[in-house]
């Protein structure tokens, strides 16, 4: 496969056509009488009109047919994919999930679309207020099927294989440590090489903003000119079969025939459009002195919710770094939080959770649910020498973090380890270690 090219830029003003046809994009208007190569233009709105100019996005496509030839849309049987948040009661506990298996071809063929899995979320489709986390297991390439999603924004975390993803916009190659963002809207059609497993956040309502730096200042963390958009690509392809074009809408799928590729935008402009970023070019600030920042510096991109500084989601990683703090517990102190906290393990092996945490796995804190080091962490960094040393070396994890609390589907229920008697043994022998004769203090 040639190398792909992109345009660098995050929210940038983009403008894209497709070399085999220059001069596609029309010039000094958007809605020229007749376009370029008698092209059609489309727009697409990634938020109301009326919004404030800072967080106005749109896009004009310029395509070879418009979207709106298609046949009706009809129900898609899917039945993983779920926003029924009462499906099983609340439960509190500490979770955590082995790495999902994904099929072999041979045994049954499952791409993108029927391989997301709905594990947790929050909220609600319809008021535009919520997030869901999927899990996507694939074995096969879309074949003359793309999806889009009416409900939200896809932040799509591959853990292993990487994915060709076929926009309206280009084509996007995701690597396992890099992430993408699919919008609200944007039909995207996701090819595989061999199994694929990662994990989606979905956020309704919002889009994803880098964080605000406050004190750190104009550089650090996720650097806006890291984050790649596609230049454009079309294809001028008949589908006497029929091509499926899947809506995600209010929780459910729904299909609709065409007889043409949805991809043939030859030329597109704007600032709604779909980028990818590579975890590896995260500017990691952290502590130089004693103790430890809070884990917001970890932040790569947030959804925000009206409240200011409270967020639907975060999507926070946690890279190799140096560890260098002075007398100080390094690793993740044990904490109760009032978010929910979902974490996931790219490659390597997390600091804080040894056991039962493996790459393609996941665990989930719930909202002021206590979590932290195991015993065996504790106790080995209780006694460390504190020299400088690398953390996290060759590890990539990451959280979606939510001030939403979040509820566990049947499917997250079914699949999860629940925590037995020793896991809970472990912080017992907390108390026995540095107390051995389990006298309360002072006596
Ligand atoms: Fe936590």
């Known amino acids: 496969m040639a190398e792909l090219k992109y345009l660098s830029g995050f929210g940038n003003e983009f403008s894209s056509e497709d070399p085999r046809c220059p001069g ?22 990634g938020s109301a009109f009326t919004c404030p100019r800072s967080t106005n996005k749109r896009s004009w496509f310029y395509r070879i047919l418009p979207s709106v030839r298609h046949k009706p849309f009809v129900t898609y049987e899917q039945k993983n994919l779920t926003h029924n948040w009462d499906e099983v009661e609340p439960d509190p ?4 999930w082995k790495p999902y298996q994904i099929p072999t071809a041979a045994a049954h063929k499952q791409d993108f679309i029927d ?10 489709t319809r008021s535009r ?14 074949i003359d ?3 889009y999603n009416s409900d939200g924004d896809f932040l799509i975390v591959p853990q292993q294989g990487k994915l060709l993803i076929l926009t309206e916009f280009g084509k996007l190659l995701v690597e396992p440590n890099e992430i993408c963002v699919i919008q609200q809207g944007m039909r995207f059609s996701v090819e595989v090489f061999g199994e694929a497993r990662g994990y989606v956040l979905e956020v309704f309502g919002v889009h994803f903003e880098l964080p605000d730096l406050g004190p750190i200042g104009a550089n650090g963390l996720a650097n806006p000119r890291d984050f790649l958009t596609p230049v454009a690509w079309y294809e001028d392809r008949t589908v006497e079969a029929g091509y499926t074009v899947i809506s995600k809408y209010q929780g459910k799928l729904f299909s609709s025939e065409q007889d043409f590729s949805p991809f043939n935008v030859v030329a597109w402009h704007g600032n709604y459009a779909p980028y990818k970023y590579n975890l590896e070019n995260f500017m990691v600030i952290n502590c130089v002195a004693f103790d430890h920042a809070d884990p917001s510096i970890f932040t790569v991109l947030t959804a925000k919710s009206l409240r200011p500084g409270v967020a639907i989601a975060d999507f926070v990683i946690f890279p190799p770094r140096w560890g260098v703090a002075d007398h100080t517990f390094r690793p993740p102190y044990y904490h109760r939080n009032c978010m929910s906290e979902f974490m996931g393990l790219i490659k390597g092996h997390y600091e804080a959770k040894e056991e039962g945490f493996q790459p393609g796995g996941g665990s989930l804190h719930s909202v002021m649910t206590p979590h932290g080091p195991d015993a065996g962490c504790f106790e080995k ?11 996290a070396e060759g590890t990539m994890a990451f959280m979606f973090e939510s001030s939403l609390s979040m509820a566990v589907t049947k499917w997250g229920m079914e699949t999860c380890q629940r925590l037995d008697k020793n896991y809970y043994q472990c912080w017992e022998s ?14």
């Open 115 to 124: 391989g997301l899995y709905t594990l947790c979320g929050a909220g609600d």
């Open 129 to 142: 207020n919520g997030i869901a986390i999927h899990i996507y297991t694939a074995n096969t390439s879309m």
């Open 430 to 443: 907390l108390r026995s270690y540095f107390n051995p004769n389990n006298k309360p203090l002072g006596k």
């Open 93 to 96: 506990n500490q979770m955590r």
């Open 145 to 147: 099927r793309c999806l």
């Open 381 to 391: 960094a209780s006694k460390a020498k504190l020299e400088p040393e690398r953390v």
């Open 24 to 45: 596609s994009l029309p010039e000094g208007q958007n809605s020229p009488q007749v376009c370029p190569y008698g092209l059609y233009a489309e727009q697409l709105s």
